[in-house]
């Protein structure tokens, strides 16, 4: 870790507060990260988006909040018991973090839809594969069916002790599944059975719809301080005062 070098990037505008200048440091992405050393970083409230790993350090922010599932504490709450009884007609097989036209037009479809505008909504194959086939990461995609049609792509990290959830792309159309609940619930479950410890989460961030869902895993720790902290189910509200 002391031989590994790291950047801070230029302002710009926040994807989850709009109205705030974002700043992130960056792990040398010229480095060729190892497995442990990714892992490594994740401890310390890291994150990955394609080839970068990263970790918001915004001047007077601390809206994200690196968040991750202890797996043996977790108890699903009656909502996502029902999500997961719900699901329980798909089939789910893994596979290795690859381009084929089926996944790639999901993906099209999903970000037209949850994105529009956001930059991400005109994906070409080859900003499909940089984003989620990554060389050298090791990392893998859940593949969701309904009588083999394909319904969601779950694209999980595989990290020393746990798994990190990527990032996740479902139909639309079935939005009735909350299948990015499900996804979740499904790495738990894989990690359990793995014997991994933790799913990381990536950032929560009290003022963005889009980034609150997480705080519905319980319990859930919180990396604050340089330290993990656990978040119990009888906490509201995180113990941080987020910006």
Request: with cysteine; proline share 7%.
């Amino acid at each position: 870790m002391n031989a590994l070098k790291f950047y801070v990037t230029r302002p710009h505008q926040c994807p989850y507060l709009p109205e705030r200048w974002a700043v992130d440091v960056v792990a040398d992405p010229q480095a060729g990260i190892r497995h442990l050393k990714r892992s490594e970083l994740f401890a310390f409230g890291f994150r990955r988006s394609g080839l970068f790993v990263y970790r918001p350090e915004c001047p007077g922010c601390q809206a994200c909040v690196a968040v991750r599932i202890p797996v043996a504490k977790f108890h699903p709450s009656r909502t996502q018991k029902r999500c997961a009884a719900r699901n329980q007609d798909l089939h789910i097989e893994r596979c290795e973090p690859a381009y084929s036209d089926e996944i790639f037009a999901l993906y099209q479809r999903y970000l037209a839809s949850r994105h529009p505008g956001g930059g991400m909504d005109n994906p070409t194959p080859e900003s499909f594969r940089e984003f989620l086939c990554t060389p050298g990461v090791e990392c893998e995609f859940f593949l969701f069916r309904k009588d083999r049609k394909l319904v969601a792509v779950a694209v999980t990290d595989l990290l020393d002790d746990g798994l990190s959830a990527n990032y996740t792309f479902y139909d639309p159309k079935q939005s009735h599944r909350s299948l990015g609940t499900f996804a979740i619930l499904t790495q738990v479950a894989a990690a359990y059975r793995r014997g991994l410890p933790y799913v990381y989460l990536g950032y929560w961030i009290a003022r963005s719809e889009k980034m609150r869902y997480k705080s519905r895993f319980r319990p859930l720790e919180l990396y604050h301080e340089g330290r993990w902290r656990i978040w119990s189910r009888e906490a509201s509200e995180p113990p941080i005062d987020a910006c």
